[in-house]
């Protein structure tokens, strides 16, 4: 069984400032991961996924996560957040061998002026 | 709009009463899923329809819980004699029959169990 832990369930960050959020998991098999973002009165979207290859993956907003295997990591950045940043983040595992989605609690970024 | 949609957005039933929720999926996606969001939890994986065959179901889909998907298209989930407990977020998802393919959302049924 896998399992995902986020570090932090709130993080509040000033607008154009540096955000991290971070994300350990846990599985005895190997993994694909992936971050959703929840914006307010909206759906779960896909934020970036890994599966293989560069284990550096970018989003088409500015958002960068890395998987690090050694550590079970896959910590979510952003060098310049944004008011419409403001939403729930969650680091999400799927086992290679399975379909269902295992999530973490989620973390609630808040962007101010 | 050809998203994942789900019925009722929001249902507010008596402790004792069934209820059933209703899923579409994305036309041409053989995959569907269900999942449940309590209040400060991430969603948790309740049960995975592949066409019309349920192919697994979650410890946490006690025999009150029911779901099907008949022709392989629209999905529905009924939950009798509903508890206090049963309350929450109910999301529906749906993914093509290719490998790892990303599984898309819908906007989910709020269950408010009086």
């Known amino acids: 069984a896998q399992s995902v832990t986020q570090l932090d369930s709130q993080v509040p960050v000033f607008e154009e400032a540096p955000v991290e959020l971070r994300c350990n998991y846990s599985?005895?098999?190997?993994?694909?991961l992936f971050w959703y973002v929840q914006y307010p009165n909206q759906g779960l979207q896909l934020l970036l996924k890994?599966?293989?290859?560069?284990?550096l993956v970018e989003s088409i907003n500015g958002f960068e996560a890395e998987f690090n295997k050694s550590q079970t990591s896959f910590h979510l950045r952003k060098p310049s957040v944004h008011i419409s940043d403001t939403a729930e983040y969650f680091c999400?595992?799927?086992?290679?061998?399975?379909?269902?989605?295992?999530f973490g609690a989620g973390t609630t970024v808040t962007v101010r002026a | 709009d050809t998203g994942v949609s789900q019925n009722p957005r929001h249902k507010i039933t008596k402790r004792g009463q069934n209820v059933t929720f209703r899923c579409d999926p994305i036309s041409e996606h053989n995959r569907l899923y269900w999942y449940r969001q309590t209040l400060g939890q991430g969603p948790e994986f309740l049960t995975y329809?592949?066409?019309?065959?349920?192919?697994?179901k979650s410890r946490l889909l006690s025999d009150r819980f029911s779901a099907e998907r008949p022709k392989g298209s629209f999905s529905t989930l009924e939950i009798q004699r509903t508890e206090q407990g049963d309350s929450a977020m109910y999301l529906c998802?749906?993914?093509?029959?290719?490998?790892?393919?990303?599984?898309?959302f819908g906007p989910g049924t709020r269950l408010l169990v009086l």
């Open positions: 998802a749906s993914s093509p029959d290719r490998g790892l393919e990303t599984q898309y």
């Open positions: 599985s005895s098999v190997s993994v694909y």
């Open positions: 329809f592949q066409n019309e065959a349920q192919l697994e």
């Open positions: 890994y599966l293989s290859g560069s284990t």
């Open positions: 999400v595992v799927r086992a290679g061998n399975d379909y269902k989605l295992s």
